[in-house]
């Protein structure tokens, strides 16, 4: 079987070397003729990433946020969460680490390329790992693809990790704590215990608070809500009652 003339085909290979090598550089010059691209794609990682941060937050406490969210709350989340913005800022890091290690591979690949088209024959398996070889190069796409879901892999661990600090923070009683008034009550809503409730977030029509010493959240809407205030704690160590079994 023929390889074609080498001296054109090596000739097209190092032609689309240096556009090969790195795609950084080309991604960034976009971003910087096209500064709305650059903002609109900022923007979606953080609200992405305060998304991802709610829902495994809030999962820990068996809430189903993302049902009773709107719209407007899945735009403003990551704004919520300073943490969404470490995270934009720790994708630039990982992309060039990602180019450094695809760019490597892609200079191996064009290096077989070459002796593989350099051959006089070339048997089945030579002729198929060639193709293969080629498509793997010449895959922009495929290699944007990959790109995409290491840095949505690497988002939704770093979240909900961070978000599963903070609920375990938030039942081992740290954390904010609260008294709550509902509209037409004139006692504050009771809790488990002295310490009160533990103050979780909200949406735009929900409060959401939990209830440590009996270890349960509740869902609250704005509109039952007469006044929240902070609860204060009395001198010493907190004091939780034993959890009813």
């Given at each position: 079987?023929?390889?074609?003339?080498?001296?054109?085909?090596?000739?097209?290979?190092?032609g689309g070397e240096s556009a090969l090598q790195s795609m950084l550089p080309?991604?960034?010059?976009?971003?910087?003729?096209?500064?709305?691209v650059a903002i609109t794609l900022a923007y979606l990682l953080v609200a992405m990433a305060g998304i991802f941060y709610n829902y495994w937050f809030y999962r820990a406490f068996g809430i189903p946020v993302l049902t009773l969210s709107q719209i407007s709350d899945f735009l403003v989340a990551g704004l919520q969460q300073p943490m969404a913005l470490v995270l934009v800022l720790s994708t630039f890091p990982l992309c060039w680490l990602m180019d450094k290690v695809n760019a490597r591979s892609r200079r191996k690949h064009l290096a077989l390329i070459?002796?593989?088209r350099a051959l006089p024959t070339a048997g089945h398996w030579q002729a198929w790992r060639l193709r293969a070889l080629e498509w793997r190069v010449g895959a922009l796409w495929y290699t944007r693809l990959g790109y995409a879901a290491v840095v949505a892999?690497?988002?939704?661990?770093f979240v909900g990790l961070y978000a599963k600090a903070r609920a375990d923070a938030l039942q081992r009683g740290e954390g904010a704590r609260v008294e709550v008034w509902l509209n037409g009550e004139h006692d504050a809503l009771p809790a488990s215990s002295p310490a009160g409730w533990s103050y979780l977030g909200a949406v735009a029509n929900y409060v959401f608070v939990y209830d440590r010493a009996g270890q349960r959240a509740v869902v609250l809407p704005v509109n039952a809500i007469a006044r929240m205030e902070p609860h204060a704690l009395p001198s010493g160590p907190a004091?939780?009652?034993?959890?009813?079994?």
């Open positions: 079987m023929s390889a074609g003339p080498p001296g054109r085909a090596v000739a097209k290979s190092d080309h991604v960034f010059d976009t971003l910087r003729r096209e500064p709305a070459r002796e593989l892999a690497y988002g939704w661990t004091v939780f009652a034993a959890p009813a079994r």
